[in-house]
């Protein structure tokens, strides 16, 4: 069928809105209409690492629209947030753990199905799709079975595109990885989106300190008002040592997601004794880490390497709408609507931080 897309032809252009054509769905593939698509840092960073051309998005939520023949999970008319794919049969599938997928790689960047086919063209020229099983910067996306979320009806469909992403990854890494207790203290740096959703979930566990750390007032404001109990500027004096100073000590868990490189260090110094540091961003690529592991090794601290928020998606989605139902998880805080035509601004927007998560509504 006809649809049309954003397509990313040059690492940092502007993406352009073009028609192609998607497959019919297969067996086992769910066939959707993309309602909204929040705009993640990935579909960005990610553009130099993906062939091109290439329909990035991977924030979808929609209305199921076709299935495949297999398909048993949602059917037509079903209202579906889209998250990252997992091939269901590696080690950590079955144990529970699609977020290590051991084809996480391929499923999510490789831009094709898992066989290696393309799921769009145009005219007689493949372009890239199946950018996390979804490539949801369109009109209609093409998701697997595994990969589609079923929701209800009495919440706004539109809002619900970044949980499949940043804010199960921010909730879940506070919830699922870390499995920060009532009472405890965390600190968090970077309080964009991810962050934001790691402060609610942190309020939600019981944490009693919440720390949030950045260079933005305005994001800092924001961490206050969803939760945090202090804010604290990055750049305002030695971010460790007032740390320190406000738990007494060293925080219980630290969650990294700055991407800042200056701020890994700072993570991992602010905790306390068996404090446990969460990285839901890494240095680039082939760069060192900065900080040395004797004061890791010898106070027991520990680093744990985050993905999607270690979530279940069938499992973890409908908690966290069940919780914004509450107004216990007020992501819609964080949203920020554009139309599709301006994607560009909305990209830029993320970019340079004028927007904590923009979402596109198709
Ligand atoms: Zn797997
Ligand atoms: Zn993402």
Same mark, same amino acid.
């Given at each position: ?183 405890? =203290? %965390?600190?968090?740096? /970077? #309080? ?5 959703? $790691? &402060?609610?979930?942190?309020? @939600?566990? +019981? ?46 868990? =630290? %969650?990294?997601?700055? /991407? #800042? ?5 700072? $993570? &991992?110094?602010?905790?306390? @004794?068996? +404090? ?29 390497g985050i993905l999607e928020g270690s979530s279940v ?50």
């Amino acid at each position: 069928m006809k649809i049309s897309a954003a397509v990313c032809r040059d690492t940092g252009q502007p993406l352009t809105i073009e028609v192609l054509d998607l497959d019919d769905p297969r067996p086992n593939e769910v066939l959707v209409r993309v309602v909204a698509c929040g705009v993640c840092h990935t579909d960005i960073g990610i553009q130099r690492l993906v062939p091109k051309p290439i329909v990035l998005g991977h924030e979808g939520s929609g209305i199921v629209e076709r299935v495949g023949s297999a398909v048993t999970k949602v059917k037509v008319g079903d209202r579906v947030v889209l998250t990252f794919g997992s091939c269901g049969v590696c080690a950590s599938c079955v144990e529970g753990e699609p977020a290590y997928c051991h084809d996480m790689r391929r499923l999510q960047f490789s831009g094709a199905r898992a066989d290696g086919s393309p799921t769009m063209r145009q005219g007689a020229s493949p372009v890239h799709g199946a950018f996390f099983q979804q490539s949801a910067f369109a009109t209609y996306a093409l998701a697997t079975e595994r990969n589609v979320v079923p929701v209800g009806s009495d919440v706004p469909l539109e809002l619900l595109g970044p949980l499949g992403c940043g804010v199960q990854t921010g909730a879940g890494a506070v919830i699922n990885a870390l499995a920060v207790r009532t009472g405890a =203290s %965390l600190a968090v740096f /970077g #309080v964009g989106s991810v962050g934001l959703s $790691a &402060v609610m979930a942190a309020r @939600i566990v +019981g944490a009693t300190t919440i720390i949030a750390v950045d260079v933005n007032p305005v994001r800092l404001e924001t961490a206050r008002s969803l939760g945090a109990t202090h804010a604290i500027d990055a750049r305002s004096g030695d971010v460790t040592a007032r740390i320190q100073e406000i738990t007494a000590g060293g925080a219980n868990f =630290s %969650l990294e997601a700055s /991407g #800042v490189e200056t701020s890994f260090n700072a $993570a &991992v110094e602010c905790l306390a @004794i068996r +404090g446990t540091c969460g990285f839901v961003t890494a240095p680039r690529q082939g760069q060192a880490f900065p900080f040395s592991l004797a004061p890791i090794l010898l106070r027991g601290r520990r680093l744990m390497g985050i993905l999607e928020g270690s979530s279940v998606p069938d499992r973890f989605i409908p908690r966290l709408i069940e919780l914004y139902r509450q107004g216990r998880f007020p992501m819609d805080r964080l949203a920020t609507y554009y139309p599709f035509a301006d994607i560009n601004r909305a990209m830029d927007d993320s970019h340079y931080g004028r927007a904590i998560k923009p979402i596109l509504r198709m």
